[in-house]
Protein backbone atom coordinates (compact mmCIF):
# COMPACT_ATOMS: atom_id res chain seq x y z
CA UNK A 1 0.00 0.00 0.00
CA UNK A 2 2.74 2.43 0.87
CA UNK A 3 4.37 1.80 -2.70
CA UNK A 4 1.09 2.52 -4.28
CA UNK A 5 0.90 5.80 -2.56
CA UNK A 6 4.23 6.74 -3.29
CA UNK A 7 3.78 5.85 -6.56
CA UNK A 8 0.90 7.96 -6.88
CA UNK A 9 2.52 10.97 -5.29
CA UNK A 10 5.16 10.88 -7.94
CA UNK A 11 2.52 10.92 -10.82
CA UNK A 12 0.74 13.94 -8.97
CA UNK A 13 3.58 15.55 -8.55
CA UNK A 14 4.21 17.10 -11.35
CA UNK A 15 0.24 18.73 -12.09
CA UNK A 16 0.50 19.67 -8.03
CA UNK A 17 3.70 22.07 -9.36
CA UNK A 18 1.85 23.07 -12.67
CA UNK A 19 -1.32 24.07 -10.25
CA UNK A 20 1.05 26.34 -8.10
CA UNK A 21 2.53 27.98 -11.23
CA UNK A 22 -0.91 28.78 -12.60
CA UNK A 23 -1.78 30.74 -9.40
CA UNK A 24 0.52 32.03 -7.63
CA UNK A 25 3.84 32.96 -9.71
CA UNK A 26 2.85 35.58 -12.16
CA UNK A 27 2.92 39.12 -11.68
CA UNK A 28 0.35 41.22 -12.93
CA UNK A 29 1.34 44.70 -13.49
CA UNK A 30 -1.26 47.27 -14.14
CA UNK A 31 -4.62 46.86 -12.43
CA UNK A 32 -7.05 47.10 -15.42
CA UNK A 33 -5.33 45.44 -17.74
CA UNK A 34 -5.86 41.64 -18.95
CA UNK A 35 -4.45 38.74 -18.06
CA UNK A 36 -3.84 35.15 -18.52
CA UNK A 37 -1.70 32.17 -17.75
CA UNK A 38 -1.13 30.03 -20.99
CA UNK A 39 -3.07 26.66 -21.35
CA UNK A 40 0.28 24.76 -20.32
CA UNK A 41 1.47 27.11 -17.33
CA UNK A 42 4.79 28.26 -18.89
CA UNK A 43 3.70 31.87 -19.66
CA UNK A 44 1.47 34.95 -18.60
CA UNK A 45 0.23 36.97 -21.25
CA UNK A 46 -0.53 41.08 -19.81
CA UNK A 47 -2.74 42.54 -22.09
CA UNK A 48 -2.52 46.61 -22.02
CA UNK A 49 -5.21 48.08 -24.51
CA UNK A 50 -4.82 52.53 -24.78
CA UNK A 51 -8.45 52.48 -24.56
CA UNK A 52 -9.25 49.88 -22.28
CA UNK A 53 -11.08 47.67 -25.35
CA UNK A 54 -10.91 46.91 -29.01
CA UNK A 55 -13.27 48.50 -31.41
CA UNK A 56 -14.31 48.15 -34.56
CA UNK A 57 -11.51 49.20 -36.58
CA UNK A 58 -7.63 49.34 -36.49
CA UNK A 59 -5.77 48.82 -32.38
CA UNK A 60 -2.91 48.88 -31.09
CA UNK A 61 -2.56 46.68 -27.61
CA UNK A 62 1.10 46.35 -25.55
CA UNK A 63 1.73 42.65 -24.38
CA UNK A 64 3.86 41.97 -21.15
CA UNK A 65 5.34 38.35 -21.47
CA UNK A 66 6.81 36.57 -18.01
CA UNK A 67 8.01 32.98 -17.83
CA UNK A 68 6.65 30.51 -14.92
CA UNK A 69 9.68 31.93 -13.09
CA UNK A 70 8.30 35.48 -13.12
CA UNK A 71 11.23 36.69 -15.55
CA UNK A 72 10.85 38.94 -18.38
CA UNK A 73 10.28 36.89 -21.68
CA UNK A 74 12.51 38.39 -24.45
CA UNK A 75 13.44 37.02 -27.37
CA UNK A 76 10.19 35.26 -28.04
CA UNK A 77 8.55 34.29 -31.15
CA UNK A 78 4.57 36.02 -30.74
CA UNK A 79 1.89 35.41 -32.88
CA UNK A 80 -1.36 36.97 -32.26
CA UNK A 81 -4.96 36.54 -34.45
CA UNK A 82 -8.22 38.07 -34.14
CA UNK A 83 -10.72 35.47 -34.71
CA UNK A 84 -14.55 35.65 -34.80
CA UNK A 85 -15.62 32.25 -33.40
CA UNK A 86 -19.77 32.69 -34.39
CA UNK A 87 -18.32 33.00 -38.41
CA UNK A 88 -15.68 30.60 -37.96
CA UNK A 89 -13.25 33.48 -39.70
CA UNK A 90 -10.61 36.06 -38.83
CA UNK A 91 -9.30 38.79 -40.79
CA UNK A 92 -6.82 39.36 -43.77
CA UNK A 93 -4.18 41.81 -42.60
CA UNK A 94 -1.95 40.34 -39.87
CA UNK A 95 -0.95 42.15 -36.90
CA UNK A 96 2.63 44.31 -36.62
CA UNK A 97 4.42 42.77 -33.63
CA UNK A 98 7.91 44.62 -32.29
CA UNK A 99 9.50 43.72 -29.16
CA UNK A 100 10.13 47.07 -27.21
CA UNK A 101 12.15 44.93 -23.99
CA UNK A 102 11.70 44.03 -20.72
CA UNK A 103 9.34 41.44 -21.77
CA UNK A 104 6.76 44.60 -23.63
CA UNK A 105 5.98 43.36 -26.63
CA UNK A 106 3.25 46.29 -29.26
CA UNK A 107 1.26 44.82 -31.17
CA UNK A 108 -0.01 47.45 -33.80
CA UNK A 109 -2.96 46.82 -36.62
CA UNK A 110 -5.02 44.42 -34.86
CA UNK A 111 -7.60 44.91 -37.23
CA UNK A 112 -11.36 43.81 -35.95
CA UNK A 113 -13.71 44.32 -38.92
CA UNK A 114 -17.02 44.39 -38.00
CA UNK A 115 -19.12 44.31 -34.75
CA UNK A 116 -19.72 40.89 -32.24
CA UNK A 117 -17.77 38.31 -30.08
CA UNK A 118 -14.18 38.11 -31.08
CA UNK A 119 -11.26 36.26 -29.56
CA UNK A 120 -7.44 37.07 -29.79
CA UNK A 121 -5.35 34.12 -30.33
CA UNK A 122 -1.98 34.48 -29.00
CA UNK A 123 0.91 31.95 -29.27
CA UNK A 124 4.20 32.45 -27.47
CA UNK A 125 7.14 30.29 -28.67
CA UNK A 126 10.76 30.67 -27.06
CA UNK A 127 13.62 28.40 -27.67
CA UNK A 128 11.66 25.08 -27.56
CA UNK A 129 8.81 26.04 -25.54
CA UNK A 130 5.14 27.14 -27.04
CA UNK A 131 2.24 27.96 -25.71
CA UNK A 132 -1.25 29.75 -26.39
CA UNK A 133 -4.33 31.42 -24.51
CA UNK A 134 -7.16 33.28 -25.71
CA UNK A 135 -8.04 36.74 -25.00
CA UNK A 136 -12.59 36.95 -25.64
CA UNK A 137 -13.99 40.25 -26.34
CA UNK A 138 -17.96 38.96 -25.86
CA UNK A 139 -19.28 42.31 -27.65
CA UNK A 140 -17.30 44.77 -29.56
CA UNK A 141 -19.05 47.73 -30.42
CA UNK A 142 -17.90 50.78 -33.50
CA UNK A 143 -15.60 53.11 -31.52
CA UNK A 144 -17.55 56.38 -30.58
CA UNK A 145 -15.07 58.65 -32.58
CA UNK A 146 -14.46 58.84 -36.35
CA UNK A 147 -14.38 54.85 -38.09
CA UNK A 148 -14.01 54.70 -41.49
CA UNK A 149 -16.94 53.44 -43.62
CA UNK A 150 -16.93 50.08 -45.38
CA UNK A 151 -18.16 51.34 -48.42
CA UNK A 152 -17.22 54.18 -50.86
CA UNK A 153 -19.20 57.12 -51.26
CA UNK A 154 -19.57 57.99 -54.99
CA UNK A 155 -17.23 59.22 -56.86
CA UNK A 156 -18.26 62.37 -56.91
CA UNK A 157 -18.88 63.20 -53.28
CA UNK A 158 -15.30 61.96 -52.13
CA UNK A 159 -13.65 65.19 -50.72
CA UNK A 160 -10.08 64.93 -51.98
CA UNK A 161 -8.49 68.31 -50.82
CA UNK A 162 -5.09 69.15 -49.54
CA UNK A 163 -6.30 70.97 -46.48
CA UNK A 164 -8.46 70.16 -44.15
CA UNK A 165 -9.77 70.91 -40.52
CA UNK A 166 -9.12 68.43 -38.06
CA UNK A 167 -12.13 66.58 -36.27
CA UNK A 168 -12.74 68.62 -33.05
CA UNK A 169 -11.53 71.79 -35.44
CA UNK A 170 -8.20 72.56 -33.49
CA UNK A 171 -5.68 72.15 -36.44
CA UNK A 172 -5.53 72.62 -39.95
CA UNK A 173 -3.53 70.80 -41.64
CA UNK A 174 -1.92 70.44 -45.46
CA UNK A 175 -0.31 67.76 -47.43
CA UNK A 176 1.60 67.72 -49.79
CA UNK A 177 2.72 64.57 -51.74
CA UNK A 178 6.48 64.55 -52.99
CA UNK A 179 5.32 62.45 -55.50
CA UNK A 180 3.16 64.00 -58.31
CA UNK A 181 1.27 62.30 -59.51
CA UNK A 182 0.12 60.20 -56.89
CA UNK A 183 1.03 56.44 -58.28
CA UNK A 184 0.50 52.92 -57.11
CA UNK A 185 3.84 51.04 -55.44
CA UNK A 186 6.00 53.47 -55.21
CA UNK A 187 7.34 54.60 -51.72
CA UNK A 188 7.60 58.23 -51.18
CA UNK A 189 7.28 60.76 -48.36
CA UNK A 190 5.09 63.95 -47.72
CA UNK A 191 5.05 66.81 -45.96
CA UNK A 192 2.52 67.61 -43.79
CA UNK A 193 1.84 71.37 -42.48
CA UNK A 194 -0.26 71.81 -38.93
CA UNK A 195 -1.32 75.10 -38.20
CA UNK A 196 -3.80 76.20 -35.41
CA UNK A 197 -7.08 76.64 -36.45
CA UNK A 198 -6.03 80.10 -36.33
CA UNK A 199 -3.34 79.89 -38.98
CA UNK A 200 -0.36 79.82 -36.43
CA UNK A 201 2.26 77.04 -37.22
CA UNK A 202 2.35 74.23 -34.55
CA UNK A 203 5.83 73.18 -33.90
CA UNK A 204 7.37 70.17 -31.56
CA UNK A 205 3.93 68.36 -32.06
CA UNK A 206 3.80 64.34 -32.27
CA UNK A 207 2.71 63.22 -35.30
CA UNK A 208 1.13 59.44 -36.11
CA UNK A 209 -0.02 58.28 -39.17
CA UNK A 210 -1.91 55.34 -40.40
CA UNK A 211 -4.14 54.79 -43.57
CA UNK A 212 -6.69 52.09 -44.96
CA UNK A 213 -8.83 51.17 -47.55
CA UNK A 214 -12.11 50.73 -46.29
CA UNK A 215 -13.74 48.86 -48.80
CA UNK A 216 -10.85 46.16 -48.73
CA UNK A 217 -10.90 46.04 -45.41
CA UNK A 218 -6.63 45.95 -45.19
CA UNK A 219 -4.29 48.99 -44.75
CA UNK A 220 -1.02 49.84 -46.03
CA UNK A 221 1.69 47.85 -47.24
CA UNK A 222 4.13 50.27 -45.28
CA UNK A 223 4.64 51.61 -41.92
CA UNK A 224 4.71 55.35 -42.66
CA UNK A 225 6.33 57.08 -39.91
CA UNK A 226 7.11 60.94 -39.45
CA UNK A 227 10.60 61.49 -38.95
CA UNK A 228 11.58 65.03 -38.55
CA UNK A 229 10.25 68.56 -38.81
CA UNK A 230 11.59 70.22 -41.64
CA UNK A 231 10.28 73.24 -40.97
CA UNK A 232 8.00 75.71 -38.95
CA UNK A 233 5.45 73.14 -38.05
CA UNK A 234 6.67 70.90 -41.37
CA UNK A 235 6.71 67.70 -41.03
CA UNK A 236 8.30 65.03 -43.01
CA UNK A 237 6.22 61.58 -43.34
CA UNK A 238 8.56 58.77 -45.04
CA UNK A 239 7.55 55.33 -46.10
CA UNK A 240 4.30 55.81 -47.92
CA UNK A 241 3.22 53.30 -50.42
CA UNK A 242 -0.57 52.70 -51.97
CA UNK A 243 -0.64 49.44 -53.32
CA UNK A 244 -3.74 49.32 -55.08
CA UNK A 245 -5.53 52.16 -56.92
CA UNK A 246 -8.93 53.46 -55.42
CA UNK A 247 -10.17 55.32 -52.33
CA UNK A 248 -7.83 55.29 -49.15
CA UNK A 249 -7.79 57.04 -46.27
CA UNK A 250 -4.98 58.20 -44.23
CA UNK A 251 -5.31 59.24 -40.57
CA UNK A 252 -3.09 61.81 -38.83
CA UNK A 253 -2.56 62.08 -35.31
CA UNK A 254 -1.44 65.49 -33.84
CA UNK A 255 -0.66 66.04 -30.11
CA UNK A 256 0.70 69.04 -28.69
CA UNK A 257 0.77 69.77 -25.00
CA UNK A 258 -2.68 69.39 -24.02
CA UNK A 259 -4.26 69.17 -27.29
CA UNK A 260 -5.03 66.26 -28.96
CA UNK A 261 -6.81 65.68 -32.35
CA UNK A 262 -7.23 63.85 -35.98
CA UNK A 263 -7.23 64.52 -39.23
CA UNK A 264 -8.54 62.25 -42.18
CA UNK A 265 -7.65 62.84 -45.83
CA UNK A 266 -9.19 60.62 -48.77
CA UNK A 267 -6.45 59.90 -51.35
CA UNK A 268 -6.99 58.14 -54.91
CA UNK A 269 -3.56 56.83 -56.28
CA UNK A 270 -3.79 55.32 -59.91
Known sequence: MKLLFSAFLIVLMPFMVSADTDHSKFTQHYKESLFKITENGHFSVEMVLKEKVL??????????????????????????????????????????IEEKGGGLYKVKNVVISMSGRWELRITVARDATEDTTVFEFKDIKKGKGHHHAMSAPAAGDIDLSVTRLSHKKLFSVTYESLLDPLRINRIHSW????????????????????????????????????????????????????????????????????????????IQPK
Open 55 to 96: QVGKNAINLILHDNKDRDVVGATLTVIPWMPDMGHGVSEQPV
Open 191 to 266: KLTVKTADGQPVTGATVTVDGDMPEHGHGLPTQPEVTQEVGQGVYLVEGLKFSMPGWWVMDFHIQKNDQEDTVTFN
